[in-house]
C-alpha cells in the first residue's frame, strides 16, 4: 500500500528561530522552503533540506481575547504568497492582520475585517497572481472580501456599500485558491447557520466586475453542510473539490468524503444551482489535501491516502497527523514542541 513504509522524520526547530507558532510552505519551490512565524512575531525563513535559516520582518499584529465558535482556537496564522516575497500573520477568529514584504521587512497592509462573528471563522486571506504582481485576497466585512496589491497595499476592488442589488447574506470563511490560481473555494456559511462552501472565478472578480464574489455569473454554491463549516476541504485539480461530511447534519465531527465537479452545476432547490457530486465515501477525516491525483487525509493518528475517483484507499502512515502541506515539495508537515516530523509523498 502507498506510504505504509516509508519513514517519518524528525527535524529539531533551529533554536535561533524561537518558539515557532506556524509555519507556511512556499508554494511554489520544489525545495524545502518553509516560512516560520515565532512567539515574538518574528518571519522567518527556513530551508529544511540545509538547515539554513534567515529572519527577514517583525509582525505587530494586535492581540486578541475572546471566546470562539465551538472547540476552534483563537491564534495567530502564517500565509505566503506563492514565490515566497511576501507574507500574511493574521489572527484566525478575530480581527486583525498584517501583510509584510520579506524583501524589505516592511508592512505594506493593516488587515481588519470589522468583526461581526469574526469568532466563527478563520480569517479570510489567500495570496494569488494578477497580471504579474502579486495581490492578496482578504475579509473586510463579514460578507466582503476584496483584492489589494501586496506590494503598495493599493485596493483593486473598489465598490460602494451599502448595494442592495447585491446584498450577500454569506459569513465569508477560509479561502483556497485552486491550483492553476483561476478560482476561490469558500468556506463561509450562512445565516441560520448552514455551511455552504462556494467557488468563483478569480480573474474576472480583480480585472472587471468587482461584484464578482457577491453575485458574478461565476459564482456557484459547492454544497449544503448543514450546520458544520471549518472542517476539512481542498482542490483535487482546478475543477473537482473534496469536502468532509457526507452528511448535511452532524451530531459529531464531520467524516467521510464528498467529492464535486465545480465546472458542472444542477439545479437544486430552494438554493440554487450547487455542483455536481461525483461520489461521496466513508473514511476521510480531519484536513484534506491533494496532490492533483491523491486525496491525503489527517485524521486524529494517521496520514491516509485515497483515489479520490473511485473512493478506494490506498494507504496509511501510521502515527503521522500533518497539519501543512507543501505542494510544491511534496512533503507533510506537523510541528511538535520545537521538533517538525516530515513526510514526503
Not at 485576497?137 to 460602494?160: F, K, M, P, Y
Not at 468563483?200 to 480583480?206: G, L
Not at 483535487?236 to 461530511?245: H, K, L, N, Y
Not at 437544486?268 to 455542483?275: C, D, I
Request: net charge negative; hydrophobic share 40%.
Amino acid at each position: 500500500m502507498i506510504g505504509s513504509g516509508d519513514a517519518v522524520s524528525q527535524i529539531p526547530v533551529p533554536p535561533r528561530l524561537g518558539a515557532v507558532v506556524d509555519v507556511a510552505p512556499v508554494p511554489g519551490s520544489d525545495r524545502l522552503i518553509w516560512l516560520t512565524l515565532s512567539e515574538d512575531g518574528t518571519v522567518s525563513r527556513w530551508d529544511v533540506a540545509s538547515g539554513d535559516h534567515e529572519t527577514l520582518a517583525a509582525t505587530e499584529v494586535p492581540e486578541e481575547d475572546h471566546e470562539t465558535f465551538g472547540d476552534f482556537e483563537l491564534r495567530r496564522h502564517l500565509h505566503a504568497s506563492h514565490d515566497g516575497m511576501f507574507a500574511a500573520v493574521v489572527n484566525d477568529f478575530g480581527r486583525y492582520g498584517e501583510v509584510v514584504d520579506l524583501q524589505t521587512g516592511d508592512w505594506t497592509l493593516e488587515l481588519d475585517n470589522h468583526g461581526d462573528n469574526e469568532e466563527t471563522v478563520p480569517f479570510s486571506l489567500e495570496f494569488a497572481q494578477s497580471r504579474g504582481r502579486c495581490v492578496v485576497i482578504h475579509r473586510t466585512g463579514w460578507n466582503r472580501l476584496d483584492v489589494s496589491d501586496a506590494q503598495t497595499g493599493a485596493l483593486l476592488t473598489n465598490r460602494s456599500i451599502p448595494a442592495p442589488e447585491h446584498d450577500l447574506d454569506y459569513f465569508h470563511g477560509a479561502l483556497y485558491m485552486s491550483p492553476d490560481g483561476k478560482r476561490i473555494l469558500d468556506d463561509g456559511w450562512v445565516w441560520h447557520p448552514a455551511g455552504i462552501p462556494v467557488v468563483w472565478d478569480f480573474y474576472p472578480w480583480v480585472e472587471g466586475n468587482v461584484w464578482e464574489s457577491e453575485d458574478g455569473p461565476s459564482r456557484l454554491d459547492v454544497c449544503d453542510r448543514g450546520d458544520a463549516w471549518n472542517h476539512g476541504m481542498t482542490w483535487i485539480d482546478s475543477a473537482r473539490v473534496a469536502v468532509v461530511g457526507i452528511s448535511d447534519v452532524y451530531d459529531d465531527v464531520p467524516s467521510g468524503a464528498r467529492i464535486f465537479d465545480t465546472s458542472r452545476a444542477v439545479q437544486s432547490e430552494p438554493r440554487s444551482p450547487l455542483a455536481v457530486e461525483l461520489l461521496a465515501f466513508e473514511g476521510p477525516a480531519g484536513r484534506l489535501f491533494s496532490d492533483g491525483t491523491h486525496l491525503f487525509s489527517s485524521g486524529d493518528t494517521d496520514l491516509s491516502i485515497w483515489d479520490p475517483a473511485e473512493g478506494k484507499l490506498l494507504g496509511t502512515v501510521p502515527d503521522f497527523s500533518p497539519t501543512h502541506y507543501h505542494p510544491g515539495a511534496r512533503q507533510f508537515l506537523r510541528l511538535d514542541d520545537g521538533v517538525v516530523r516530515l513526510w514526503t509523498a
